[in-house]
């Protein structure tokens, strides 16, 4: 909340989306982060799909900060959806519901400014979550607190649920020569 001219008026949080091919999705919800903890913002960064160690990771680690938390809700391997058998699914997928119902209780959460959910949409893509669930709690969420999602793939329904979409593409990706990705760049 803050006050305008006398009048106590509640803080309004929008719904984004960061989608696409393109490089540059996680780093757009990194800055978000980096920008809302320096105005002290109380800041839960979960993280679907994705538990490999990377340079932000490791930087938000040291940080220490009573305003923020990281959470991984993937932590049975370290494959990729298309790498995994049957058996590793189902287990990734039992995490990813937990990690979603933490997502619904914090949605609800008053206290908390900025919930970052990182490859969210690629939980609806391999069907461990379904896109209804993720507009429920975008409908229901609590109006003061902003959410920023990201993902490869997102269809109408979605965009027209949320505040902010923004189409991250490859144009040209040095990955389409077959150069893995770079300690300090990509990860």
Avoid at 14 to 33: A, Q, R, V, W
Avoid at 112 to 122: K, N, T
Wanted: glycine share 6%; net charge neutral.
């Amino acid at each position: 909340m803050f006050i305008h001219t006398g009048v106590i008026m509640q803080k309004k949080g929008y719904c984004h989306i960061y989608y696409g091919d393109g490089k540059g999705k996680t780093s757009i919800l990194n800055g978000m982060t980096i920008r809302a903890l320096g105005y002290q913002w109380k800041v839960k960064y979960l993280r679907f799909l994705k538990n490999r160690i990377s340079g932000e990771m490791l930087f938000f680690q040291k940080l220490n900060d009573p305003n923020f938390e990281v959470i991984n809700y993937y932590s049975s391997n370290t494959k990729f959806f298309w790498e995994m058998d049957d058996q590793e699914k189902e287990v990734l997928r039992k995490e990813m519901r937990v990690g979603f119902e933490e997502l619904k209780k914090l949605s609800q959460d008053g206290t908390v400014d900025l919930i970052i959910v990182d490859e969210l949409l690629g939980c609806i893509y391999n069907e461990l979550i379904t896109e209804a669930e993720l507009i429920e709690v975008i409908k229901n969420k609590n109006p003061s607190i902003e959410i920023a999602f990201s993902g490869h793939h997102i269809n109408d329904n979605l965009i027209n649920a949320v505040d902010l979409v923004s189409h991250v593409q490859a144009t040209k990706h040095y990955f389409y020569q077959k150069v893995p990705a770079r300690k300090g760049i990509e990860f």
